[in-house]
């Protein structure tokens, strides 16, 4: 087996660096390594090992977003934002410190209690591992979300990061250390298959809770994984597809319509939360569609380091040509391609479908790539009829005068995150996020709910 595999930029082809390739006998070192660890870090060593690196995320900003886009092909600048977001999760986790260091949750369960009865004490502590496996489109921000709240909460973690993009955790790994995180409280587990090393991370008997970002399939994949290992009741907090609907009424802001419906190009389209449908008033069709075709022909895209395109690549040739492929069929079904469809490596443009079959995969699947489709709807029912039989439940938003029709639609779906007048795929890092259905189990994640995660609760009764 080779010590290290090659991490290649899929703009250029070129090799960004190496990773390490570990053999199951290094694997399970690490675990054990990492289950072993016992924390001893007051709340004060926490506090300053965060603030620390907040300050360095602002010290390599620069190097930071340069690894990011070389390793994902993601725009300088949306990666200048990633560094930005992930800087904004830390700080969310310096307001947990405090309340989670109140380790005595007795005051919340016991106002019934009396003379009479045992004393009770109620406590929480930290898990004894954490696993966290995270995709490649955003290979510093996802990490921060389970490392972060780990810290915090006293959790020995081991992440698994996508095997296309593992140096920016590595890097991560380091700047904590050196801002004073001792060395196993955090580990990385990086190596080839990526199949075979989920393998034996979800079937190591110790660890306490998986949290998983990434697809449907996958996620799916994991949870069988866990029940066939015998981990079945160990915590899971998936964090699957979104394919997010975006629904436009006759009686919006046209405009502002249109410039939310970019938010399917953020990020090349590669975010759980895109816009990747739209179902579209029919009264309004001609003049959304004009103006949004008119807004997506003004994005540049191209080399991920010239500041002035808005889109770097996906993640791979491979990737770019599934999504042309998806596209090509939808038009074969009758879609009708508006723009885009252009295919370079692994550069793909800004494509824009309409009259796209409700049937197609390309929006019966997460078509993961700067792809919208456009169907055609007469009124809200027909819009809560559509997304109450749709199989994902992330991330969804509508755009009308009328808040009384946006709660009518929040109402009669179930999805975890809804905006009126938003992008769906908008969030603040410290508010719940998760999904239902095929998008998750309903278990959330976001800085506080990942910091309560990591700890357990036990009772003590004094007779």
């Not at 490649?136 to 095997?163: D, R």
């Not at 998983?212 to 079945?232: C, D, L, W």
């Not at 009829?385 to 005068?401: H, M, N």
Request: hydrophobic share 35%.
């Amino acid at each position: 087996m080779n010590k290290y595999f090659e991490i290649i930029n899929p703009y250029d082809g070129q090799v960004v660096g190496e990773s390490p390739n570990l053999s199951q006998r290094d694997i399970g070192e690490l675990l054990n390594k990492t289950f072993n660890y016992q924390d001893e870090l007051k709340a004060s060593d926490k506090y300053d090992i965060i603030s620390l690196t907040i300050k360095s995320f602002k010290k390599y900003e620069k190097s930071l977003s340069e690894l990011i886009s070389m390793e994902t092909g993601l725009s300088i600048n949306g990666s200048k934002h990633e560094v930005h977001r992930a800087s904004n999760c830390l700080s969310f986790c310096l307001k947990q410190i405090k309340s989670i260091y109140k380790s005595d949750l007795t005051d919340e369960y016991s106002k019934n209690l009396n003379k009479s009865t045992p004393k009770l004490s109620v406590l929480s502590e930290p898990l004894d591992l954490a696993i966290g496996i995270t995709p490649f489109n955003h290979p510093l921000n996802m990490v921060i979300h389970k490392v972060g709240p780990a810290i915090v909460a006293g959790t020995p973690i081991i992440i698994k990061p996508s095997e296309k993009t593992p140096l920016t955790a590595y890097r991560l790994r380091k700047i904590l250390i050196n801002n004073g995180l001792p060395e196993d409280f955090f580990n990385i587990i990086s190596g080839l298959p990526p199949k075979d090393v989920v393998d034996q991370i979800i079937s190591y008997p110790k660890y306490d809770l998986v949290c998983f970002t990434g697809g449907v399939s996958v996620g799916k994949y994991i949870a069988r994984k866990m029940v066939n290992s015998g981990n079945e009741l160990k915590k899971y907090i998936p964090e699957l597809g979104g394919n997010a609907v975006f629904v436009v009424m006759d009686d919006c802001n046209v405009e502002l319509a249109a410039e939310l419906a970019l938010g399917a190009f953020e990020n090349s389209g590669q975010r759980c939360t895109a816009i990747r449908r739209i179902l579209l008033h029919k009264n309004i069709s001609k003049n959304f569609i004009d103006r949004f075709v008119e807004l997506t022909s003004q994005l540049k895209y191209g080399d991920p380091f010239d500041s002035n395109n808005h889109m770097g690549t996906v993640i791979s040739p491979e990737q770019a040509q599934l999504i042309n492929q998806r596209v090509d069929d939808a038009i074969k079904e009758g879609a009708r391609l508006l723009i885009g469809n252009k295919i370079d490596g692994a550069l793909y443009a800004p494509t824009i479908l309409d009259n796209v079959s409700p049937n197609s995969e390309i929006v019966q699947k997460e078509t993961f790539g700067p792809v919208v489709s456009i169907m055609l709807i007469n009124d809200l029912t027909e819009a809560i009829s559509y997304l109450k039989s749709d199989r994902f439940g992330l991330a969804s938003g509508i755009v009308t005068e009328s808040k009384k029709n946006a709660l009518k639609l929040y109402d009669n779906i179930c999805v975890g995150q809804f905006n009126w007048n938003g992008r769906p795929g908008y969030r603040t890092e410290e508010a719940p996020f998760g999904g239902f259905k095929d998008s998750g189990n309903g278990e959330k994640e976001g800085i506080v709910l990942m910091t309560k995660a990591f700890r357990r609760i036990r009772t003590f009764y004094e007779h």
